[in-house]
């Protein structure tokens, strides 16, 4: 007998103890070396559904063309496609983007359109810059079907469906947009405005806006509907319509057809600026008009119908403004330097600046205008401390 044994038969507890922590020892590796086994077997198995999943998706083949069903053009207007992606309304604020969209959509639910949808059908909205309760009677004065109507409204936990907000977030929420559309049957959506309804806010990264348009341009296809989104143009005019899209360029990459807004001498009028499917340059013009609504003595703006008008031409338009903005701003840089120089000589009271102005062929409303814009150096404009009499005079003068 060792040493060891001599010592743990003096003492049988810790024999015991010995005993058990060896057996627990023992069964602790048995049962690590079954979840290893085991953790194994599901990683494989879990890699093998993954390899698979794979192959699945990236199959990849040769399909000989004459496969595939060949795609007629579909208008639902002379300048609107229907179901071959989406089309921009693009122009200024106020000059009849969403008046012309709402006039389609009402069309639309009535089955009155000029293409290739005459029975009525349904319109989905996605409203960012109009309330629903200001759109509603517009629709209704159009003589819209309202039941055909639908507004997209995401609702929070606690909200009526009526004090939801209508913005989707493109295109993480596309999934929820197209069933929306298959749900209801929908052949034309419309975004006003297209850009509140991104994912991410820049829109002047290519990598924010592509992905949108060709989310849209595909449930187009998918659904054979319409698609408007309302645009605005930037500040740069000087490139004509196409090239006045705000934002980044992938706007119009991506869309399939540009419509451009402009004012007229006349009235108003829009232009298919950018087109795969049409030849030329089709413009229309229209008017806007006041139009009583369920409410008495209330009216809303909606639009005439659209008339052709060949001889339109927004592009021209565009320019022509850029042009008629830049002599306006050279004049008004002109007015300001002729009075930086009078007033070098000193202040003066704005009677005599006015009658100088004059002799030089400047308003009063172009000195004014010129006083309020001067910023280096700022003209001031105090009141004439040696005037006593009934009023007040004042001084325009360059800092001290």
């Excluded at 743990?8 to 290893?36: C, F, I, V, W, Y």
């Excluded at 053009?73 to 969209?101: Q, R, V």
């Excluded at 172009?366 to 001031?380: C, F, G, K, M, V």
């Amino acid at each position: 007998m060792s040493a060891i044994d001599e010592v743990l038969a003096k003492h049988p507890d810790t024999r015991q103890r010995m005993e058990r922590q060896s057996l627990k020892q023992a069964a602790l590796a048995d049962g690590s070396a079954s979840n290893s086994k085991r953790v194994a077997d599901q990683s494989g198995q879990i890699t093998s559904m993954q390899t698979v999943k794979v192959a699945a998706s990236n199959r990849v083949e040769a399909i000989r063309l004459d496969s595939f069903d060949v795609i007629e053009l579909h208008m639902l207007e002379p300048w609107l496609i229907l179901g071959m992606g989406t089309t921009l309304y693009c122009g200024d604020n106020g000059i009849g983007k969403s008046a012309a969209a709402l006039w389609t959509a009402a069309r639309v639910t009535r089955g009155a359109c000029w293409g290739e949808l005459h029975e009525p059908a349904n319109v989905l909205l996605l409203l960012t810059e109009d309330a629903a309760g200001i759109v509603r009677p517009k629709l209704e004065a159009l003589g819209a079907d309202m039941s055909r109507v639908y507004v997209v409204v995401c609702i929070q936990p606690g909200e009526a469906p009526t004090d939801g907000t209508t913005y989707l977030r493109l295109p993480k929420q596309g999934g929820e947009l197209a069933k929306l559309v298959k749900a209801n049957g929908i052949r034309l959506v419309i975004l006003d405005a297209l850009a509140d309804c991104f994912e991410h806010p820049d829109t002047n990264k290519a990598e924010n806006v592509a992905p949108v348009l060709t989310l849209l341009n595909r449930l187009s296809s998918k659904y054979g509907m319409a698609v408007i989104g309302i645009h605005h143009t930037n500040k740069n005019l000087m490139g004509g319509a196409k090239n006045a899209v705000r934002g980044s360029k992938a706007f119009t990459d991506k869309a399939r057809q540009v419509v451009s807004f402009a004012k007229t001498d006349e009235g108003y009028g829009f232009q298919v600026t950018k087109t795969n499917f049409a030849e030329g340059k089709p413009a229309w013009r229209y008017t806007l008009e006041s139009a009583p609504t369920s409410t008495p003595g209330k009216s809303v703006g909606i639009i005439t119908t659209p008339v052709s008008d060949n001889d339109l031409d927004v592009d021209r338009i565009m320019r022509q403004s850029a042009n008629l903005e830049d002599e306006q701003h050279s004049m008004d840089r002109e007015v300001l330097d002729w009075l930086i120089e009078y007033l070098r000589e000193g202040p003066a009271k704005f009677s005599d600046i006015l009658a100088a102005a004059k002799k030089e062929g400047y308003s009063i409303a172009q000195l004014r205008n010129a006083q309020q814009r001067s910023s280096n150096p700022h003209i001031e404009s105090i009141a004439d401390p040696t005037h006593s009499g009934r009023g007040q005079r004042r001084i325009w003068q360059l800092p001290q």
